[in-house]
């Protein structure tokens, strides 16, 4: 098990942007598991079945192959060989990812794939519950928040259309590995921070836990 730093957040939080940024600094891999979520909603609407449907969902999920693996620093899932990528940030799918999310079977079938990830590389994961649930051994765990209205700007900002109170309601009240603040996770809010502001932070933090930095 290599390590892993952990950041969960709501929608439009700046996760994204800080994950990237932060794997980038320190030479390891990034994995958006929101994507793989996004991944399987995709693979459930092209194959014309109802994404609240857990029934159907999981008759879709029975007759694929799912596989991951690092496309260079990225780790990617696909389906039946099919990778997902351009069409994950597509509103349908925006719209229909968390009545997936919710769906046991499904975050089942991902967690075994987002956990075999850090079999190979060093980790920054970003998602809903992965200090929480995926990895709660992690001692580098990050929770990076901002206001409500600076979380739809930020969204409006990328022309995306997105209910992100809507997602955030359906993702913090679902039944299995809900989006939380785990118990030792370091909360930061980024409402008045720029994204070096924040990898600033995460990165002092690290180095007070302990973790070793790149030389540069
Ligand atoms: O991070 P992003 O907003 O792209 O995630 C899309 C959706 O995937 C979330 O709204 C949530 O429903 C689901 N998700 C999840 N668990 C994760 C990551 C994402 O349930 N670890």
Do not use: C
Not at 23 to 37: D, E, I, M
Not at 84 to 107: E, G, K
Not at 172 to 180: G, I, M, V
């Amino acid at each position: 098990m290599r390590t892993i730093i952990a950041i969960d957040g709501p929608a439009a939080s700046g996760k994204s942007t800080v994950a990237h940024e932060l794997a980038a600094r320190l030479f390891y891999a990034h994995v958006n598991s929101g994507a793989f979520y996004r991944a399987f909603t995709w693979w459930v609407l092209r194959a014309k079945a109802d994404p609240t449907s857990v029934e159907e969902a999981a008759a879709v999920l029975e007759r694929t192959k799912l596989s991951s693996r690092f496309e260079g620093n990225e780790g990617i899932l696909l389906l039946d060989d099919v990778d997902p990528t351009p069409h994950v940030r597509d509103d349908a799918v925006t719209h229909a990812v968390s009545f997936i999310a919710r769906m046991l079977p499904v975050r089942e079938a991902l967690t075994t794939h987002l956990r075999s990830l850090a079999e190979e590389r060093d980790l920054v994961m970003e998602g809903r519950d992965i200090g929480s649930f995926v990895f709660p051994d992690t001692p580098y765990k990050f929770y990076i928040d901002a206001s409500p209205e600076v979380r739809r700007a930020r969204r409006q900002a990328q022309g995306h259309h997105d209910e992100i109170a809507t997602r955030d309601r359906i993702d913090s009240s679902r039944a299995y590995a809900p989006l939380t603040i785990a118990e030792d996770a370091h909360m930061i809010d980024s409402t008045h921070l720029t994204i070096d502001g924040v990898v600033g932070e995460v990165i002092g933090l690290l180095k007070l836990l302990g973790l070793s930095m790149p030389a540069r």
